[in-house]
């Protein structure tokens, strides 16, 4: 069956340090993969978008890497600051026909950047 | 700011109730979205239209009844709701072809009694 999972539901992390949160899948061949941040009572916000021929893409303190081998996702914050505290949640982006694509999210990992 | 606009925010409905959630896009978009979020579980894709036009439904029951009058405006039509529909409904948009990132509205907190 068709799994998306990442890492853990809550990461601590001490501001200033790397935060690096982990999206694996199964069972799917994504062409696109995107991840969003969520605060507690609004929707979700686009932040990155990397495609399957990408290894790696930045924006500002923001990294994602993925791996189509591993059916792997990393995304990391640098520098991390209790601004970030949020609920990240990535989704893939498979084509559904007809020149659409679905995005299907995984549950988000909920972090706590700690001063 | 958000280019996505929900109404209402929170809504408090008996089971024989009928209601609507409204949608309201401003970012020129063509394509609009109705997701599902239940607690610990991820974003349920509902309904997609494209142009006005219904391009998926998830096997979602009848009881929720999209509409899109226009590419602009999307509205989810409620009746006869079962309390595991308590939720959050967020109303996403984006631009139609090739891989574009969606906006989402802050979502209608649907509470049913």
């Known amino acids: 069956s068709q799994k998306i999972e990442q890492n853990s539901e809550a990461l601590n992390i001490q501001e200033g340090k790397t935060a690096t949160l982990t999206c694996n899948y199964t069972?799917?061949?994504?062409?696109?993969l995107q991840w969003y941040r969520q605060d507690p009572g609004r929707g979700p916000v686009f932040l990155l978008l990397?495609?399957?021929?990408?290894k790696e893409k930045r924006k500002e303190r923001l990294k994602v890497t993925f791996d189509t081998t591993l059916k792997q996702s990393l995304f990391h914050i640098t520098a991390s600051q209790p601004a970030d505290s949020a609920t990240y949640l990535c989704a893939l982006e498979v084509y559904s026909g007809a020149g659409s694509y679905q995005l299907t999210f995984g549950k988000g990992t909920k972090l706590s950047v700690i001063p | 700011e958000t280019g996505v606009t929900q109404t209402p925010r929170h809504l408090v409905m008996g089971m024989t109730n009928k209601k609507s959630l409204k949608c309201e896009q401003h970012?020129?978009?063509?394509?609009m979205y109705w997701y599902k979020q239940s607690a610990k579980k991820p974003l349920e894709l509902m309904f997609v239209?494209?142009?006005?036009?219904?391009?998926e439904n998830n096997s979602v029951p009848s009881r929720f009844s999209p509409e899109c009058p226009n590419s602009s405006h999307l509205f989810l039509h409620l009746h006869t709701l079962q309390p595991e529909d308590s939720a959050l409904y967020l109303c996403a948009s984006s631009q139609v072809g090739g891989v574009q990132p969606q906006h989402f509205g802050d979502g209608t907190r649907l509470s049913i009694l």
């Open positions: 970012l020129g978009h063509n394509a």
């Open positions: 069972n799917y061949s994504p062409a696109y």
């Open positions: 990397i495609r399957e021929n990408e």
């Open positions: 239209y494209n142009f006005k036009e219904q391009t």
